[in-house]
């Protein structure tokens, strides 16, 4: 299932293949005030890829920078880049002008598709950056907008035929810390994913409803809110916001089945589910962060349903270790998806036997491309790729996560990853969010310290937490500080920022 013939267009087969089967009218997606059927967003993409190709001049092999927040105007651009050979660079919507100069210059973008509303920084980047030629906004209502331009072309548009390898995407890391790196992935690629993870894991239907809340500038979000319904026929939501109370509003409104956020969002969720009628949902993802057993526990006993985590990295494009619901394990990841294969490696590249912590490596059909960088060598040993995680697996076979290799704390000569900590933290009824991260210390070389966000109506008992993680792990991992936040820094995708934290 995962060989490809040399030509391979992927807007030809998550879009127009539907059409061709006589599939058009199924719903596809929706949001921002439009419900477009299958046909409906190739028609759309196909208006806009004339417009690529006929009044912005874009070529095959053109990088073209998408931005906008989740809607179907820009699942269509996405569609329409796709469908005329071209490279999409999406980008994250809090991007500011120096980030967006920056992803400008390293991907060499010469054209955009840009949300009126998300304009001025990117003007203000293109400033800088004259070597992006063109903008075209969509959502202006303008009469030189993207829609009004695209109305003045046909419905039809015949995909350009690209090489099953042709680069189709640029995908920027979320970048938990230091610079943005460009990862680039083929046609193939986004086909790959659809046929690993989803019918392994997620196995979705036609008749599913996706929602969630990842940017499709994050590839988390780009193939569970927009590629692997498509890949199924299925339908998608897009939110233009999606915070936790307004993603359960949604699910409820949509009568949505399959979900994908992150951890924190599920915490956040898990209190406000009485609320919401979610009857309709069936399927829950969880990646960008471990999952605590304690926040799946939760969800379980608030909804019923077990969570399917998965570890991806924008270096893979997805997710490559998971499980089943039927085989979900508290406090694991799981198990390498069905294409990939795992190992864990010691410092010096030699294979680990079980129980012992050391860096993952996978190999799969999806992997690290970057932009010309001299990383490549760093996250690529011999075919393997080097995600920058610490895991065992356990005698089961089962990867279980402890931490980024940069974030494993080193204290009293003892090797701590955060992630149990907070994973321990989490269990106790007082404890919403929390992060622990190692803070320089004379003694110890490094100190645990955690800062925990409390519960609503939880007072902050710093000797109350610690007790409670000496009695749920090894007692030497207990946090020696405790500082109380109302809140923690993250990504837009919801990442702990841990490097912020060991700033302060
Ligand atoms: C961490 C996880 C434990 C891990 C992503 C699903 O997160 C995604 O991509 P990024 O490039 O970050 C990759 C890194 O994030 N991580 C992600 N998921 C998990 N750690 N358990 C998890 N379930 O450190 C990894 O190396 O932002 C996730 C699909 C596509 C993605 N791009």
Known sequence: ?????????????????????????????????????????????????????????????????????????????????????????????????????????????????????????????????????GICLFRSGEPDGLEARAARHPASFTNVDTASDDCALIAFTSGTTGQPKGTMHFHRDIIAICRCWPPHSLRAEASDVFIGSPPLAFTFGLGGLLLFPMSVGASTVLLEKAAPELLLKAIVEHRATVCFTAPTSYRAMAPLVAQHDIASLRKCVSAGEALPAATRALWKEKTGIELLDGIGATELLHIFISHTEATARPGATGK???????????????????????????????????????????????????????????????????????????????????????????SHPAVAECAVIGVPDAERGQLVKAFVVLREGHAGDAKALQEHVKASIAPYKYPRAIEFRSSLPRTETGKLQRFKLRET
Request: proline fraction near 5%.
């Open 336 to 426: 390498p998806v069905p294409g990939y294969r795992a190992c864990i490696l010691d410092d010096a590249g030699r294979a680990l036997p079980p129980g012992q912590i050391g860096h993952l490596a996978v190999k799969g059909p999806t992997g690290c491309r970057y932009l010309a960088d001299g990383r490549q060598r760093q996250y690529v040993h011999d075919g393997w790729n080097l995600t920058g995680d610490a895991y065992l697996v356990d005698a089961d076979g089962y990867y279980v996560y402890q931490a980024r290799t940069d974030d494993m704390i080193i204290s009293g000569g003892y090797n701590i990853a955060g992630p149990e900590v907070e994973a321990a933290l989490l």
């Open 1 to 133: 299932a995962l060989q490809f013939g040399p030509r391979l267009n992927a807007a030809t087969e998550l879009l127009d293949r539907w059409v061709a089967q006589g599939q058009g009218d199924r719903p596809c997606v929706q949001g921002a005030g439009v419900k477009w059927s299958y046909a409906d967003l190739q028609a759309e993409a196909n208006r806009i890829a004339n417009v690529l190709v006929n009044e912005l001049g874009v070529v095959p092999g053109n990088r073209v920078l998408l931005r906008g927040a989740n809607t179907p105007q820009l699942a269509a651009c996405w569609f329409a880049v796709i469908k005329a050979g071209a490279i999409a660079v999406a980008t994250m919507p809090l991007l500011r002008a120096v980030e967006l100069g920056k992803v400008i210059a390293k991907a060499e973008v010469s054209h955009a598709l840009c949300d009126a509303a998300l304009a001025d920084e990117l003007a203000a980047a293109q400033q800088q950056n004259p070597v992006l030629r």
